[in-house]
């Protein structure tokens, strides 16, 4: 079973740029979830997908972040424009159903953001 | 609000035990446990469900008490492998439905020969 993907690994650009990350769920996963961890510190919730609707979004730090998950497979997250203080490593993690005994989040390999 | 986990740090000789405990503020529904090695996805351990369930997975056990809303992780006979950071994840339930899991702030584990 093919994991939690993410798109690129690595994303370097100018502060003002704009960035889209990808990520691609476990094939069958509703649930996709983004995180973002600064600067090695704790691993920050920002959204929640159900499907392609958003459960939840109130982890997204202003309106420069914009998040879709159309037709309930793929998500991206947009960040426009970017500031220095949007670096960071964004993980992607997808689940079953929510909360089933014995089943975590399955998390992908996250994208390290660099603005500078 | 985000679970506090203590110590925020520990180094390990291979063979020692170490606990790692993480206390919540909220009401919790459940809660998981990760390890993140250094550029790497984070990986679920396991999922405690109950107040007083303990769980294992190879020589990693955990408790939760869900009165104190907290939850430790035991390790026992540490392995060189163990090394990495430790987060513990709290679920709660949403007013509005659904579930949402917080992460808490990082222990570093270290394992050293």
């Known amino acids: 079973e093919a994991g939690v993907t993410q798109f690129p690994s690595h994303s370097v650009i100018e502060k003002g740029q704009t960035v889209t990350l990808r990520c691609d769920p476990i094939s069958g996963h509703d649930n996709l979830y983004w995180y973002r961890r600064v600067m090695g510190k704790e691993i920050k919730f920002l959204l929640h997908f159900v499907k392609e609707s958003k459960q939840d979004e109130s982890g997204m730090p202003n309106n420069r972040f914009l998040a879709e998950r159309t037709g309930g497979t793929y998500s991206t997250l947009k960040v426009q424009p970017a500031e220095l203080e949007d670096s960071g490593v964004y993980f992607c993690?997808?689940?079953?159903?929510?909360?089933?005994?014995?089943?975590?989040?399955?998390f992908g390999s996250g994208t390290r953001l660099t603005v500078v | 609000q985000q679970p506090v986990q203590s110590p925020q740090a520990v180094i390990l000789r291979e063979g020692e035990d170490a606990v790692i405990n993480c206390s919540s503020s909220?009401?919790?529904?459940?809660v998981h446990w990760y390890r993140q090695k250094h550029g790497e996805a984070p990986v679920f351990l396991m999922i405690?469900?109950?107040?007083?369930e303990q769980k294992g997975h190879e020589k990693i056990s955990a408790s939760f008490n869900e009165k104190k809303q907290q939850s430790s992780l035991y390790l026992t006979a540490s392995q060189l492998s163990y090394s990495g950071t430790y987060f513990c994840g709290t679920e709660i339930k949403l007013t509005g439905g659904g579930n949402k899991l917080t992460f808490g702030t990082g222990t570093q584990l270290k394992v050293e020969l």
């Open positions: 405690l469900l109950k107040g007083g």
């Open positions: 909220k009401a919790l529904y459940s």
């Open positions: 993690a997808s689940s079953q159903e929510a909360f089933l005994p014995n089943y975590g989040y399955t």
